[in-house]
């Protein structure tokens, strides 16, 4: 028998090519301008500004791992099987660009590749305001203390009936203003109540009289116009009343906000009205949370009588 020697062929697995590192100019400065720095930049809500590869760098490992755990951009919403309009998501992709970023030492990249840094109007962001509505007198938060609920009513003159379309706000000390809500009294009343005190407004978690209920503010919060077709009705002679929640922050403040409306053209085709479940904040539905507890649940439902479309979804806890 005659033995033929065959080849034999073997293919060796080539080296992997070597993965890219990401740069802040080409890939994390396009991430960091449109999600983050509308809130980090001089004057608004945040504790330090994100407008340039240097402020990035330094806060490099912090981003990293407030955007990993999704506490950062502030966006509580979970995923669902719809989209919300405005969503300040991340997506899985951006985090992970995000952290390798960091891991490879935060290089720069080429400058030619950075994107122009985001320019913010020194004025209203949703343009000029049809109304601008300010605080009669400042209210003075002390630097120490509870939290304080204080009501500021202002007459706004109307004398007609307006439709809502966007509310803006500038407070003047961002930093004691947990939140506000906005409301309308149809009355034009609520302004006649005599100040509690020295400061102005009265105190409480309702707000006198004023029952139309136009949405409020938060630290973080954007501005955004209703959907087309929708609007909130004011009624003419009424009164704006601003219900603030403030928190003192071991720093005495002065705060006088001012408020931009913003009116429809003409009444909208569709009304929009809201759905409080549980009614006023669960305090008939036995809410009582103890103390540290955790995944503490109420629940409330309601039969809708007619189809409707969902314009905005809110909780509020603290």
């Known amino acids: 028998m005659r033995l033929l020697a065959l080849p034999i062929i073997l293919a060796a697995a080539l080296p992997a090519a070597a993965e890219t590192a990401p740069v802040f100019n080409r890939d994390i400065a396009p991430i960091i301008y449109n999600n983050c720095a509308s809130c980090h930049r001089p004057g608004e809500a945040a504790p330090f500004p994100l407008l340039s590869y240097a402020d990035v760098r330094k806060k490099g490992p912090v981003i990293a791992a407030v955007t990993g755990s999704r506490y950062m951009p502030p966006w509580k919403a979970d995923p669902g099987a719809w989209a919300f309009r405005d969503e300040r998501r991340l997506t899985d992709a951006q985090i992970a660009l995000i952290a390798r970023w960091v891991k490879a030492g935060m290089p720069e990249g080429n400058p030619a590749d950075a994107p122009p840094a985001p320019a913010f109007s020194s004025g209203w962001q949703l343009g000029e305001p049809d109304m601008i509505v300010e605080m009669p007198a400042a209210y003075h938060v002390p630097a120490d203390g509870p939290d304080i609920y204080r009501n500021i009513a202002v007459p706004l003159g109307f ?59 938060a630290v973080g919060a954007q501005p955004h116009f209703y959907p087309d077709g929708l609007a909130l009705k004011v009624p003419k002679g009424s009164d704006l009343v601003i219900q603030y929640h403030f928190h003192p922050t071991g720093k005495a403040e002065a705060e006088k906000s001012t408020v931009a409306l913003y009116f429809a053209k003409k009444p909208p ?5 809201p759905l409080q479940l549980p009614p006023v904040y669960s305090l008939f539905s036995g809410l009582d949370i103890p103390p540290g507890a955790g995944d503490y649940v109420i629940r409330d439902s309601f039969t809708l009588p007619v189809p409707v479309q969902a314009a905005g979804v809110g909780a509020h806890a603290h």
């Open 269 to 273: 085709e569709r009304l929009m009205f």
């Open 159 to 217: 004398a007609e009936d307006k439709w809502i379309t966007a509310i803006d706000m500038k407070p003047s000390a961002r930093a004691v203003v947990h939140h506000v809500l906005y409301f309308a009294d149809p009355n034009g009343r609520a302004h006649q109540r005599p100040p509690q005190g020295a400061e102005p407004g009265f105190s409480g978690m309702t707000a006198g009289g004023a029952t139309v209920a136009l949405g409020g503010w």
